[in-house]
């Protein structure tokens, strides 16, 4: 593989920690990439090597390039991982000492909320403050110190947050369950008080290697620290790239990186080898509105590049457009596959869906709703889950009435009130059953759901799922829903054909579960679509990523920066990192387009678009 001088020096740089500093496209990821491959040429064994990334396709493309440039065999492997995968393999090896029993569950975000929910009733708060909450004990959470995050958040929100936070807690606790977050506290806090655990991780990692560093969270840094033992670090990122503020990520801490490891050696690349020198130039004036950003200097020797901005009477004007250039683009030779239209928020792709399919120009969307969060998969999880984890209130309250089966909310009333404290709603329901309180058509079909969940749980994924099916009456229900046109029903059976296949690949449901849960969790996972097509993407799931031409479109203030981060001047620049991110994912064409009307009101252009072209027009 090619490395320039000063990739190289990086891979070969041994016994003190090491950060590469440099701007997108500079080969960050590549020289990480090759350093794996270099540490396995020394002879350092495959499963003493950590490496970091921050979404599971990352890591995914990261294996890939492994062995193709290594030969490795898979069964002698590097841990390749997110965070949150890595963390859970530790987590599930020593649940019973960090207060679990095997197997533990985890939760899904619609499991939290109605978690939560539960909670605020109980304490008589607004259930329309849920998300709010359950943002903020994610924070809190992040932080690394929870207690004392909430602790310092305004006088009106502490007291109410604190409570919700330990009842939560302590409701998680009492089902043997984790979120998402917890994954990677709870191993922090194991790793920081259990010495033995602490010391087993150190003698075994000699190397721990992070990509995208700038993006890491105070609870992600401290783990990467407590697992440090003897060994060695290697982080690669861009502070031009920090864009997950939102969530916690503290950019501080690539910042602080000598401060921290005071021996740490700095390497620095400049030459960009993905774009064209107009795009590097274009992309650098902008980022140097912000005034927090280290100084980088960044070159390309490819020339030839486009950067080009436009101005559309509305967005389906704007859209129409941006496919007939698209046409061109494929007519001169571009695979669909290699160009992207990239937006900031959300909405804003559906204008393009419509226009491309009515072009017949084909697309997929990254990092739009992935598959494990579409209704149908998310059912028949929940069926899943409540056959093993029967304490799981919210899944199991889910399948109650999906299909219809005349277990209506008076009904889970009723479970609510004759449970004894500690008891789930499942427990509520065999009791009923047991004592025959119920009217015999009720009856009968809360026999029939317990009597699957009874027969499934000891089965294989996808025998348990085809057991679902044959007994519930469900992909009927879909049918029904589909007639009313709510949803798609040949489409939600090709999931469930795609799931039944996917879950087939594990041994039994807990650890088709947790797979389930680890994928879920991945924003930026791309949709299972198969097929090609230009690809749709927001910017953070694009992240990372390459393509020919890029088109941003919708550069509207309010959209693009996100009217929610227009207040502040922290946020303003993390809008401004965002727009750094997306202009440069473009190897040759850069297109910025706005309109002035969307959704029928007029819309003003971004102030990105104009530090843009104060530099093109010069
Ligand atoms: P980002 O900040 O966007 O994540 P990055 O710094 O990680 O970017 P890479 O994705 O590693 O950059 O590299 C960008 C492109 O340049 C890739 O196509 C990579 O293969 C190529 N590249 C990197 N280094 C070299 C090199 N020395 N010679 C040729 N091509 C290179
Ligand atoms: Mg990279």
Not at 230 to 244: E, I, K, R, S, T
Request: proline share 3%; glycine share 6%.
């Amino acid at each position: 593989m090619n490395l320039s001088r000063a990739q190289q020096d990086a891979v070969v740089h041994k016994d003190t920690p090491a950060l590469v500093i440099a701007g997108a496209g500079s080969g960050k990821t590549r020289t990480l990439t090759a350093k794996i491959a270099y540490l396995l040429e020394k002879g350092f064994s495959a499963d003493r090597i950590l490496a970091i990334t921050f979404t599971n396709k990352a890591a995914e493309e990261m294996k890939t390039r492994l062995i193709r440039q290594t030969g490795l065999s898979p069964d002698n492997f590097p841990w390749v991982r997110t965070y949150h995968s890595a963390c859970l393999q530790i987590l599930k090896k020593h649940a019973e000492r960090a207060g679990y029993t095997s197997p533990l569950q985890i939760l899904a975000g619609y499991q939290q909320q109605k978690t939560l929910q539960e909670i605020l009733v109980r304490l008589n708060i607004d259930k329309k403050e849920t998300s709010r909450l359950q943002y903020k004990i994610s924070m809190a959470k992040n932080h690394g110190n929870p207690e004392t995050f909430i602790q310092n958040l305004p006088e009106i929100e502490r007291v109410q947050t604190l409570e919700v936070y330990r009842q939560y807690e302590k409701t998680l606790q009492s089902i043997n369950a984790v979120d998402f977050d917890n994954i990677l506290l709870k191993v922090r806090d194991m790793l920081r008080d259990q010495k033995d655990i602490r010391e087993t991780y150190r003698e075994l990692f000699q190397f721990i290697l992070v990509d995208e560093y700038q993006d890491s969270n105070n609870l992600q840094e401290e783990l990467t620290r407590l697992l440090l033992g003897h060994g060695n670090l290697f982080c690669v990122g861009d502070d031009w790239q920090a864009v997950y503020g939102f969530r916690g990520s503290n950019v501080n801490h690539f910042l602080r990186f000598k401060e921290t490891y005071p021996d740490a050696r700095l390497f620095r690349l400049e030459e960009n080898y993905r774009s064209a020198d107009e795009i590097v130039q274009a992309a650098g004036a902008l980022i140097q509105n912000n005034p927090h950003r280290m100084d980088k200097h960044c070159y390309s020797e490819k020339m030839g590049g486009t950067v080009e901005l436009y101005y559309f009477y509305n967005e389906n004007e704007e859209a129409k457009w941006t496919g007939r250039k698209i046409a061109k683009l494929v007519q001169g030779g571009v695979p669909l596959d290699r160009i992207a239209v990239i937006y900031r928020t959300k909405f804003c792709s559906l204008a393009f869906e419509k226009v491309f399919r009515s072009m017949n120009i084909p697309y997929r969307m990254l990092g739009s709703k992935g598959f494990f969060e579409r209704m149908e998969i998310l059912d028949i999880n929940a069926y899943l889950t409540a056959a093993v984890f029967p304490k799981d209130d919210a899944s199991f309250e889910r399948i109650l009435n999906t299909p219809k089966r005349g277990i209506g909310p008076a009904m889970v009333k009723k479970m609510q009130q004759v449970r004894s404290s500690g008891d789930s709603l499942q427990d509520a329901a065999r009791h009923l059953l047991g004592k025959r309180m119920l009217t015999p058509k009720i009856h009968s079909a809360l026999e029939n759901l317990i009597g699957i969940l009874d027969s499934i749980r000891d089965m294989t994924p996808d025998t348990a799922i085809r057991e679902i099916l044959a007994r519930s009456a469900y992909l009927d229900y879909l049918e029904q829903l589909s007639k009313a046109d709510k949803g798609d029903f040949t489409a939600r059976q090709e999931n469930i054909e795609e799931l039944i296949y996917t879950a087939g690949q594990k041994e039994n449901l807990v650890a088709y579960l947790e797979e389930a849960a680890l994928v879920r969790e991945d924003k930026e996972e791309d949709e299972e679509k198969k097929g090609r097509g230009v690809n749709l993407a927001t910017v953070h799931a694009s992240k990372g990523l390459e393509f020919h031409s890029v088109f941003v479109v919708a550069c509207e203030e309010e959209l693009f920066p996100h009217w929610k981060s227009m207040q502040s001047a922290a946020e303003l620049e993390e809008e401004r990192r965002l727009m750094y991110v997306a202009m440069t994912r473009a190897e040759r064409c850069l297109f910025l387009s706005a309109s002035e009307f969307r959704r029928g009101r007029p819309s003003e252009s971004s102030r990105f678009l104009a530090e843009v072209q104060a530099v093109i027009a010069s």
